[in-house]
């Protein structure tokens, strides 16, 4: 039996929520956690509200082994994940030695202001994520990790937690291309290949261009002979089909 | 006092999850629903799992004026939004004669099989959406409204739910560049702008690029002479501040 470890991701921030900022965390958090073996089960994106904040991720800490969360980390006053952190785990909050020294790193003496200074603002009890590129650093308090919003700073703090977290076997994926078959003709026989292993999942993806409807069956699951042997039965469902050529 | 109307988004589909999707829809409906004075409070993604569906639906559907959803609407085993949605109103599902008429416009009756004739499946009580594009409905339940995950089709779908909708007054707002002032040294006086007003929120944002960090404020809110005088006060602000260029 493959051990599974799971994960949801909550985004944190009215921009979003507003289509200001189109999210770009969302789709590298979900193929990240995928290639290292941990599920993400669930996002969720709420705004800048810290009751909103701290409900989502008592929701979410409490169901799955990890809980990432992007944004609300700078020296603003609508940055407010450290606070509601605290919050939600019922702890205390205050300046972190450690998270000031790295803004030392940083700013001038004078230059660490009050505003500044709330960026080393760190809940008790957790432990920093550095941050290369601007200094304020992440954190992890129990089984979940705090990173920032801007995607390059995300990116650079997933790389430095991925190595301290447990991962679960891999899932394995074959992408086989329906060429033409519509989804109504294969859907009957892709049921009945999907029900015959629980070890599997199947999706048929249908896409929409210029060129009509394109789609695609994904075959998944993490025992490599079981994803062989469904993905095999798929492409021999589609070899018989072949001639039907009524889209969708 | 401004109206306030709320919705939910609810993404459905396991392919967002593991990544192999890049989501194209979060990004389209928050502008949309912020354009015609819809405020997008929650979005989540779930994955194809009956519970996990009418879990999200149940919640969301309680809270906000709209919950709108896309995804999981095909002929395929794996869409069982429908069966899901009748599920969470406790309401049965069958064959709606207006949907299979639908499908009838587009298959020639020796192609309307079992699995085409899941896409008629609807929610006793439901009304349709059209679909110009591929035919097959979404459906309004409630204030719940269920659209297809091809953002072609979810976007067709979503301009003729739109002139349905109530409404509330629209946000307004104005984006101001830092122009190279410093998140930390504006923080201070932004969020005593921010505090004087209720009327108004104000965000900043740093983006990171080649040519280092960007820092763009928005004020937002729904009374216009509140947010010019807010984005007034801002803009004098970072007159004043002008001359630091310590980045963030």
Do not use: C, W
């Not at 799971?6 to 189109?22: S, V």
């Not at 995607?151 to 994926?173: C, N």
């Amino acid at each position: 039996m493959a051990v599974s470890v799971t994960a949801a991701l909550l985004i944190i921030g009215d921009e979003i929520l507003t289509g200001r900022t189109k999210d770009k965390n969302i789709g590298y958090v979900a193929k990240y956690l995928t290639g290292i073996g941990i599920d993400l089960r669930e996002v969720r994106i709420v705004p800048d509200v810290e009751a909103e904040i701290v409900a989502a991720v008592n929701a979410l800490r409490q169901r799955y082994t990890y809980l990432f969360t992007t944004g609300g980390i700078g020296p603003t006053h609508d940055d407010i994940t450290a606070d509601s952190m605290a919050k939600a785990f019922g702890v205390g909050i205050g300046h972190d030695p450690r998270a000031v020294a790295m803004l030392q790193e940083r700013y001038q003496p004078g230059e660490l202001n009050e505003a500044r200074m709330r960026m080393a603002r760190i809940p008790d009890g957790a432990d920093l994520i550095e941050n290369p590129i601007s200094k304020a650093p992440g954190f992890r308090i129990g089984n979940v990790f705090v990173m920032a919003g801007v995607p390059a700073i995300m990116q650079v703090m997933l790389d430095s937690i991925a190595p301290t977290l447990e991962t679960g076997a891999k899932m394995i994926s074959r992408l086989i291309e329906a060429e033409g078959i519509p989804e109504g003709h294969y859907a009957e026989g892709l049921a009945a290949i999907a029900a015959a292993d629980e070890r599997v999942s199947i999706g048929s993806y249908p896409s929409f261009s210029a060129n009509g409807f394109r789609n695609q069956i994904v075959v998944r699951g993490k025992d490599a002979a079981a994803v062989e042997a469904a993905a095999e039965a798929v492409i021999q469902l589609l070899a018989r089909l072949k001639g039907d050529r009524n889209p969708l």
